[in-house]
Protein backbone atom coordinates (compact mmCIF):
# COMPACT_ATOMS: atom_id res chain seq x y z
CA UNK A 1 0.00 0.00 0.00
CA UNK A 2 1.42 3.37 -1.16
CA UNK A 3 1.30 6.20 1.36
CA UNK A 4 1.85 9.60 1.39
CA UNK A 5 2.63 12.41 4.47
CA UNK A 6 0.63 15.32 3.17
CA UNK A 7 -0.96 17.01 6.19
CA UNK A 8 -4.79 18.30 6.31
CA UNK A 9 -6.09 20.98 8.98
CA UNK A 10 -7.66 19.54 11.43
CA UNK A 11 -11.40 19.70 11.21
CA UNK A 12 -14.57 18.85 14.20
CA UNK A 13 -15.26 15.84 12.91
CA UNK A 14 -12.46 12.83 11.93
CA UNK A 15 -13.16 11.52 8.59
CA UNK A 16 -13.02 7.86 7.79
CA UNK A 17 -9.48 6.09 6.32
CA UNK A 18 -10.26 4.99 2.72
CA UNK A 19 -6.65 3.32 2.18
CA UNK A 20 -7.78 2.02 -1.88
CA UNK A 21 -8.51 5.94 -2.27
CA UNK A 22 -5.02 6.91 -0.75
CA UNK A 23 -3.39 4.73 -3.03
CA UNK A 24 -5.23 5.88 -5.86
CA UNK A 25 -4.42 9.57 -5.48
CA UNK A 26 -0.81 8.12 -4.38
CA UNK A 27 -0.31 7.06 -7.54
CA UNK A 28 -1.88 9.82 -9.20
CA UNK A 29 0.63 12.54 -7.71
CA UNK A 30 3.09 9.55 -8.60
CA UNK A 31 2.18 9.72 -11.88
CA UNK A 32 1.88 13.28 -12.63
CA UNK A 33 -2.38 13.44 -13.27
CA UNK A 34 -2.59 15.43 -9.92
CA UNK A 35 -2.95 19.10 -11.12
CA UNK A 36 -6.30 20.09 -9.99
CA UNK A 37 -5.67 23.77 -8.64
CA UNK A 38 -6.99 25.75 -11.97
CA UNK A 39 -10.75 24.27 -11.49
CA UNK A 40 -13.73 25.00 -10.45
CA UNK A 41 -15.59 22.14 -9.50
CA UNK A 42 -19.43 22.15 -8.48
CA UNK A 43 -20.96 19.71 -6.77
CA UNK A 44 -24.29 18.08 -5.64
CA UNK A 45 -23.61 15.31 -3.37
CA UNK A 46 -24.29 14.07 -0.49
CA UNK A 47 -22.67 15.04 2.57
CA UNK A 48 -21.08 12.50 4.06
CA UNK A 49 -17.95 11.29 6.06
CA UNK A 50 -16.33 8.97 3.12
CA UNK A 51 -17.42 12.38 0.79
CA UNK A 52 -15.29 14.56 3.40
CA UNK A 53 -12.30 12.34 3.21
CA UNK A 54 -12.85 12.57 -1.11
CA UNK A 55 -12.86 15.98 -1.37
CA UNK A 56 -9.89 16.07 1.23
CA UNK A 57 -8.15 13.73 -0.80
CA UNK A 58 -8.98 16.01 -3.66
CA UNK A 59 -7.28 18.99 -1.77
CA UNK A 60 -3.95 16.93 -2.06
CA UNK A 61 -4.19 16.98 -5.66
CA UNK A 62 -4.40 20.35 -5.59
CA UNK A 63 -8.16 21.39 -5.84
CA UNK A 64 -8.79 24.83 -3.49
CA UNK A 65 -11.52 24.75 -1.72
CA UNK A 66 -12.78 28.33 -2.30
CA UNK A 67 -13.16 27.16 -5.72
CA UNK A 68 -15.38 23.99 -4.92
CA UNK A 69 -19.16 24.38 -4.28
CA UNK A 70 -20.81 21.94 -2.72
CA UNK A 71 -24.99 21.41 -2.47
CA UNK A 72 -26.01 18.97 -0.02
CA UNK A 73 -29.43 17.35 -0.10
CA UNK A 74 -31.34 17.84 3.02
CA UNK A 75 -31.87 14.32 3.52
CA UNK A 76 -28.19 13.23 2.89
CA UNK A 77 -26.48 15.65 5.19
CA UNK A 78 -24.88 15.26 8.13
CA UNK A 79 -24.75 18.47 9.42
CA UNK A 80 -20.69 17.67 11.55
CA UNK A 81 -19.78 16.78 7.51
CA UNK A 82 -21.09 20.29 6.04
CA UNK A 83 -19.18 22.17 9.29
CA UNK A 84 -15.85 20.17 8.53
CA UNK A 85 -16.44 21.27 4.80
CA UNK A 86 -17.06 24.72 5.82
CA UNK A 87 -13.91 24.97 7.90
CA UNK A 88 -11.78 23.95 5.11
CA UNK A 89 -13.46 26.33 2.96
CA UNK A 90 -15.48 25.04 0.55
CA UNK A 91 -18.89 26.38 -0.47
CA UNK A 92 -21.44 24.51 1.31
CA UNK A 93 -24.89 25.01 0.27
CA UNK A 94 -28.03 23.21 2.30
CA UNK A 95 -31.47 23.69 2.73
CA UNK A 96 -33.31 22.30 6.01
CA UNK A 97 -36.34 24.38 5.25
CA UNK A 98 -39.06 22.22 6.38
CA UNK A 99 -41.50 22.01 3.04
CA UNK A 100 -44.73 20.19 2.24
CA UNK A 101 -43.91 15.92 1.67
CA UNK A 102 -43.97 15.38 -1.96
CA UNK A 103 -42.59 18.71 -2.90
CA UNK A 104 -38.30 18.12 -2.54
CA UNK A 105 -37.98 18.39 -6.18
CA UNK A 106 -39.08 21.91 -6.77
CA UNK A 107 -37.33 23.75 -3.62
CA UNK A 108 -34.30 21.60 -4.75
CA UNK A 109 -34.26 23.46 -7.70
CA UNK A 110 -34.62 26.63 -6.10
CA UNK A 111 -31.25 25.82 -4.39
CA UNK A 112 -29.63 24.52 -7.49
CA UNK A 113 -30.52 28.04 -9.01
CA UNK A 114 -29.15 29.80 -6.00
CA UNK A 115 -25.81 27.92 -5.67
CA UNK A 116 -25.67 28.64 -9.82
CA UNK A 117 -25.99 32.53 -9.42
CA UNK A 118 -23.55 32.58 -6.97
CA UNK A 119 -21.08 30.48 -9.00
CA UNK A 120 -21.42 32.76 -11.97
CA UNK A 121 -21.17 35.49 -10.13
CA UNK A 122 -18.07 34.75 -8.50
CA UNK A 123 -15.94 33.27 -11.31
CA UNK A 124 -16.29 36.61 -12.88
CA UNK A 125 -13.27 37.42 -10.07
CA UNK A 126 -11.40 34.14 -10.31
CA UNK A 127 -8.25 34.47 -11.96
CA UNK A 128 -6.50 31.17 -13.97
CA UNK A 129 -9.48 29.17 -13.84
CA UNK A 130 -8.92 26.86 -16.81
CA UNK A 131 -11.45 24.22 -16.68
CA UNK A 132 -14.72 23.49 -14.63
CA UNK A 133 -15.87 20.23 -13.63
CA UNK A 134 -19.96 19.47 -12.47
CA UNK A 135 -20.22 16.31 -9.85
CA UNK A 136 -23.63 15.36 -10.25
CA UNK A 137 -26.45 13.60 -8.39
CA UNK A 138 -29.84 13.16 -10.48
CA UNK A 139 -28.34 15.66 -13.68
CA UNK A 140 -29.62 18.38 -10.95
CA UNK A 141 -27.04 20.52 -11.36
CA UNK A 142 -26.11 19.94 -15.12
CA UNK A 143 -29.94 19.93 -16.05
CA UNK A 144 -30.09 23.84 -14.41
CA UNK A 145 -26.11 25.30 -15.79
CA UNK A 146 -26.82 28.38 -17.13
CA UNK A 147 -24.58 27.65 -20.12
CA UNK A 148 -24.70 31.43 -21.52
CA UNK A 149 -22.80 32.03 -18.33
CA UNK A 150 -19.82 29.90 -18.41
CA UNK A 151 -19.57 28.86 -22.15
CA UNK A 152 -16.14 30.41 -22.07
CA UNK A 153 -15.40 27.86 -19.70
CA UNK A 154 -14.24 24.05 -20.84
CA UNK A 155 -16.71 21.97 -18.96
CA UNK A 156 -17.03 18.52 -18.26
CA UNK A 157 -19.47 16.72 -16.00
CA UNK A 158 -19.63 13.72 -14.30
CA UNK A 159 -22.88 11.55 -12.98
CA UNK A 160 -23.61 9.07 -10.41
CA UNK A 161 -27.26 8.05 -10.97
CA UNK A 162 -29.07 5.79 -13.56
CA UNK A 163 -31.62 8.57 -13.17
CA UNK A 164 -29.44 11.02 -13.93
CA UNK A 165 -28.43 8.78 -17.39
CA UNK A 166 -32.33 9.08 -17.88
CA UNK A 167 -32.87 12.83 -17.70
CA UNK A 168 -29.20 12.99 -19.71
CA UNK A 169 -31.50 11.49 -22.96
CA UNK A 170 -34.41 13.83 -22.86
CA UNK A 171 -32.74 17.15 -22.88
CA UNK A 172 -30.07 18.70 -25.06
CA UNK A 173 -26.81 19.85 -23.13
CA UNK A 174 -23.36 20.36 -24.82
CA UNK A 175 -21.82 19.72 -21.66
CA UNK A 176 -19.95 15.83 -22.19
CA UNK A 177 -20.72 13.82 -19.22
CA UNK A 178 -18.48 10.70 -17.83
CA UNK A 179 -20.88 8.07 -17.10
CA UNK A 180 -20.45 6.46 -13.49
CA UNK A 181 -23.71 5.26 -12.95
CA UNK A 182 -23.56 2.61 -15.95
CA UNK A 183 -20.27 1.00 -15.05
CA UNK A 184 -19.57 -2.18 -14.32
CA UNK A 185 -18.31 -1.56 -11.16
CA UNK A 186 -21.32 0.40 -9.84
CA UNK A 187 -23.86 -1.86 -11.34
CA UNK A 188 -22.42 -5.38 -10.28
CA UNK A 189 -20.66 -4.41 -7.31
CA UNK A 190 -22.21 -1.51 -5.48
CA UNK A 191 -25.49 -2.86 -5.85
CA UNK A 192 -25.60 -5.69 -2.94
CA UNK A 193 -24.61 -3.50 -0.19
CA UNK A 194 -27.18 -0.63 -1.17
CA UNK A 195 -29.60 -3.37 -1.07
CA UNK A 196 -28.72 -4.73 2.15
CA UNK A 197 -28.71 -1.59 3.74
CA UNK A 198 -32.52 -0.72 2.61
CA UNK A 199 -33.58 -3.86 3.89
CA UNK A 200 -31.35 -3.55 7.46
CA UNK A 201 -32.79 0.29 7.92
CA UNK A 202 -36.70 -0.45 7.33
CA UNK A 203 -37.24 -4.66 8.36
CA UNK A 204 -37.34 -3.53 12.00
CA UNK A 205 -40.30 -1.15 11.54
CA UNK A 206 -42.75 -4.33 10.09
CA UNK A 207 -43.93 -6.26 12.90
CA UNK A 208 -43.15 -9.99 11.95
CA UNK A 209 -41.49 -8.58 8.84
CA UNK A 210 -40.68 -12.60 7.67
CA UNK A 211 -44.25 -12.93 7.58
CA UNK A 212 -45.43 -9.48 5.82
CA UNK A 213 -46.55 -9.44 1.96
CA UNK A 214 -43.73 -7.36 0.28
CA UNK A 215 -43.51 -6.13 -2.73
CA UNK A 216 -40.14 -5.12 -4.97
CA UNK A 217 -41.36 -2.63 -7.91
CA UNK A 218 -38.77 -2.01 -10.67
CA UNK A 219 -35.70 -4.84 -10.47
CA UNK A 220 -32.93 -2.81 -11.83
CA UNK A 221 -29.57 -3.47 -10.22
CA UNK A 222 -30.66 -1.96 -6.67
CA UNK A 223 -34.40 -3.79 -7.17
CA UNK A 224 -32.66 -7.19 -7.63
CA UNK A 225 -30.05 -6.69 -5.46
CA UNK A 226 -33.21 -6.07 -2.49
CA UNK A 227 -34.79 -9.78 -3.92
CA UNK A 228 -31.51 -11.31 -3.57
CA UNK A 229 -31.32 -9.53 0.32
CA UNK A 230 -35.03 -10.81 1.03
CA UNK A 231 -34.56 -14.47 -0.10
CA UNK A 232 -31.20 -14.57 1.72
CA UNK A 233 -33.12 -13.96 4.82
CA UNK A 234 -35.77 -16.69 4.16
CA UNK A 235 -38.64 -13.86 2.59
CA UNK A 236 -39.84 -14.35 -0.61
CA UNK A 237 -40.72 -11.15 -2.63
CA UNK A 238 -43.32 -10.34 -5.33
CA UNK A 239 -41.24 -8.59 -7.93
CA UNK A 240 -42.84 -5.99 -10.16
CA UNK A 241 -40.69 -5.33 -13.79
CA UNK A 242 -41.57 -2.36 -14.94
CA UNK A 243 -39.68 -2.53 -18.09
CA UNK A 244 -41.89 -5.58 -18.97
CA UNK A 245 -45.00 -4.77 -18.39
CA UNK A 246 -47.48 -2.05 -16.40
CA UNK A 247 -48.85 -3.06 -13.36
CA UNK A 248 -52.20 -1.42 -11.20
CA UNK A 249 -50.16 0.10 -8.69
CA UNK A 250 -53.98 0.26 -6.77
CA UNK A 251 -53.80 -3.31 -6.81
CA UNK A 252 -50.32 -3.54 -5.43
CA UNK A 253 -50.69 -1.29 -2.55
CA UNK A 254 -54.29 -3.47 -1.84
CA UNK A 255 -52.20 -6.75 -1.90
CA UNK A 256 -49.15 -6.00 -0.22
CA UNK A 257 -48.01 -4.87 3.59
CA UNK A 258 -44.91 -3.50 2.06
CA UNK A 259 -43.46 -2.08 -0.95
CA UNK A 260 -39.93 -1.14 -1.96
CA UNK A 261 -40.36 1.47 -4.84
CA UNK A 262 -36.94 0.60 -6.78
CA UNK A 263 -37.86 2.01 -10.33
CA UNK A 264 -36.08 5.09 -10.50
CA UNK A 265 -39.79 6.82 -11.35
CA UNK A 266 -42.85 7.63 -9.75
CA UNK A 267 -44.25 4.37 -9.68
CA UNK A 268 -47.71 5.61 -8.59
CA UNK A 269 -48.13 8.16 -10.79
CA UNK A 270 -49.12 5.54 -13.78
CA UNK A 271 -52.44 4.05 -12.13
CA UNK A 272 -55.76 5.48 -10.63
CA UNK A 273 -56.90 4.61 -7.64
CA UNK A 274 -58.12 5.99 -3.99
CA UNK A 275 -55.45 5.70 -1.40
CA UNK A 276 -58.12 6.40 1.22
CA UNK A 277 -59.53 2.76 0.80
CA UNK A 278 -56.49 1.62 2.53
CA UNK A 279 -57.68 -1.08 5.57
CA UNK A 280 -54.40 -1.73 7.08
CA UNK A 281 -51.37 -0.70 7.92
CA UNK A 282 -48.69 -0.46 4.69
CA UNK A 283 -45.26 0.27 4.94
CA UNK A 284 -43.67 2.42 1.44
CA UNK A 285 -39.79 2.00 1.10
CA UNK A 286 -37.57 3.98 -1.48
CA UNK A 287 -34.70 2.51 -2.74
CA UNK A 288 -34.15 5.20 -4.93
CA UNK A 289 -33.07 9.10 -5.82
CA UNK A 290 -34.89 11.78 -3.33
CA UNK A 291 -38.87 11.65 -2.68
CA UNK A 292 -39.57 10.52 -6.29
CA UNK A 293 -40.78 6.78 -5.95
CA UNK A 294 -44.25 7.10 -3.84
CA UNK A 295 -44.42 10.96 -5.05
CA UNK A 296 -47.85 11.58 -6.41
CA UNK A 297 -49.08 9.42 -3.38
CA UNK A 298 -47.49 10.86 -0.38
CA UNK A 299 -48.72 14.70 -2.01
CA UNK A 300 -51.91 13.11 -2.02
CA UNK A 301 -52.35 11.60 1.37
CA UNK A 302 -50.21 14.22 3.81
CA UNK A 303 -52.20 16.97 2.74
CA UNK A 304 -49.30 19.51 2.58
CA UNK A 305 -47.95 18.32 6.04
CA UNK A 306 -44.37 19.80 6.09
CA UNK A 307 -40.79 17.67 6.04
CA UNK A 308 -37.50 18.63 7.24
CA UNK A 309 -34.58 16.11 6.20
CA UNK A 310 -35.74 12.19 6.26
CA UNK A 311 -37.76 12.36 8.80
CA UNK A 312 -37.89 8.60 10.44
CA UNK A 313 -41.83 7.70 9.37
CA UNK A 314 -44.70 10.06 8.13
CA UNK A 315 -47.91 8.56 8.66
CA UNK A 316 -50.71 9.36 7.30
CA UNK A 317 -54.34 7.83 7.73
CA UNK A 318 -56.70 6.09 5.28
CA UNK A 319 -59.75 4.39 6.21
CA UNK A 320 -59.17 1.70 8.22
CA UNK A 321 -55.27 1.70 7.95
CA UNK A 322 -52.41 3.99 7.80
CA UNK A 323 -49.61 4.37 4.56
CA UNK A 324 -46.28 4.76 6.12
CA UNK A 325 -43.56 6.54 4.07
CA UNK A 326 -40.35 5.14 5.50
CA UNK A 327 -38.24 8.61 5.70
CA UNK A 328 -41.16 10.52 4.64
CA UNK A 329 -40.62 8.58 0.78
CA UNK A 330 -36.38 9.39 0.98
CA UNK A 331 -34.30 6.63 0.12
CA UNK A 332 -34.12 4.34 3.05
CA UNK A 333 -30.52 3.78 3.39
CA UNK A 334 -29.43 8.12 4.19
CA UNK A 335 -29.85 9.64 7.16
CA UNK A 336 -28.70 13.01 8.57
CA UNK A 337 -26.74 11.37 11.15
CA UNK A 338 -24.53 8.66 10.75
CA UNK A 339 -23.39 6.75 6.87
CA UNK A 340 -25.60 3.46 6.76
CA UNK A 341 -23.47 1.73 4.92
CA UNK A 342 -20.04 0.51 6.32
CA UNK A 343 -16.82 3.05 5.03
CA UNK A 344 -14.90 0.03 3.94
CA UNK A 345 -18.06 -0.97 1.32
CA UNK A 346 -18.84 2.52 0.13
CA UNK A 347 -14.95 3.13 -0.22
CA UNK A 348 -16.12 1.63 -3.57
CA UNK A 349 -18.30 4.20 -4.11
CA UNK A 350 -15.66 7.52 -3.67
CA UNK A 351 -12.84 5.67 -5.88
CA UNK A 352 -15.24 5.68 -8.58
CA UNK A 353 -15.80 9.43 -8.66
CA UNK A 354 -12.31 10.03 -7.47
CA UNK A 355 -11.10 8.11 -10.51
CA UNK A 356 -13.52 10.19 -12.97
CA UNK A 357 -12.32 13.22 -11.73
CA UNK A 358 -8.57 12.28 -12.64
CA UNK A 359 -10.02 11.05 -16.41
CA UNK A 360 -11.80 14.78 -16.28
CA UNK A 361 -8.63 16.01 -16.17
CA UNK A 362 -7.07 13.98 -18.77
CA UNK A 363 -10.45 14.92 -21.41
CA UNK A 364 -9.69 18.66 -20.24
CA UNK A 365 -5.93 18.62 -20.72
CA UNK A 366 -6.72 16.77 -23.93
CA UNK A 367 -9.11 19.55 -25.60
CA UNK A 368 -10.79 15.79 -26.16
CA UNK A 369 -14.61 17.07 -25.18
CA UNK A 370 -16.11 16.27 -28.38
CA UNK A 371 -17.88 13.02 -27.30
CA UNK A 372 -21.00 13.78 -25.37
CA UNK A 373 -20.83 10.48 -23.30
CA UNK A 374 -17.72 9.26 -21.74
CA UNK A 375 -17.83 5.74 -20.23
CA UNK A 376 -15.62 5.11 -17.03
CA UNK A 377 -12.12 3.86 -17.78
CA UNK A 378 -12.29 -0.04 -18.16
CA UNK A 379 -8.39 -0.54 -16.93
CA UNK A 380 -9.27 1.29 -13.66
CA UNK A 381 -12.38 -0.67 -13.23
CA UNK A 382 -10.30 -3.96 -13.03
CA UNK A 383 -8.20 -2.88 -11.18
CA UNK A 384 -9.75 -0.61 -8.52
CA UNK A 385 -12.31 -4.12 -8.03
CA UNK A 386 -9.24 -6.40 -7.29
CA UNK A 387 -7.82 -3.73 -4.54
CA UNK A 388 -11.21 -3.00 -2.83
CA UNK A 389 -11.94 -6.92 -2.88
CA UNK A 390 -8.46 -7.07 -1.28
CA UNK A 391 -9.50 -4.32 1.45
CA UNK A 392 -12.69 -6.24 2.20
CA UNK A 393 -11.82 -9.92 2.50
CA UNK A 394 -12.58 -10.73 5.99
CA UNK A 395 -14.47 -8.25 7.06
CA UNK A 396 -17.82 -9.00 4.94
Known sequence: MIKTSIQRPRTSLPTPELPVLEEIKAEALKGGNAELSDYVFICVQHILPTNVAFFENLFDLGAKPENIYILGKSYSTIPECQDSLQKHGCHVHTNFTPHP????????????????????????????????????????????????????????????????????????????????????????????????????????????????????????????AIVNDLENRGVTPNKFDLAIAAYDFGQILRDHDIIYGASGTDITDLYQYDHR???????????????????????????????????????????????????????????????????????????????????????????????????????????????WQDRIEGEF
Open 101 to 224: AGLFESYFKDDVAEMWERVTHELQRKIGITGIVVIDDGLRCIGAMPWNMVAQFPIIGIEQTTRGLRLLDQIETPVPVVEVASSYTKTVFESPFIGKAVIDTSSDLYPDFALAKIAVVGVGNIGQ
Open 277 to 387: DVTSRKLLVSASSEDVEFNRLIKAASLGCLVAGNDSVLSCEAAGGTLDFFKAGFPANFNNEIEVEPAALIELTRCLMFQTVLQCNTLLRSGELDAIRHPLDLEFQNSLISR
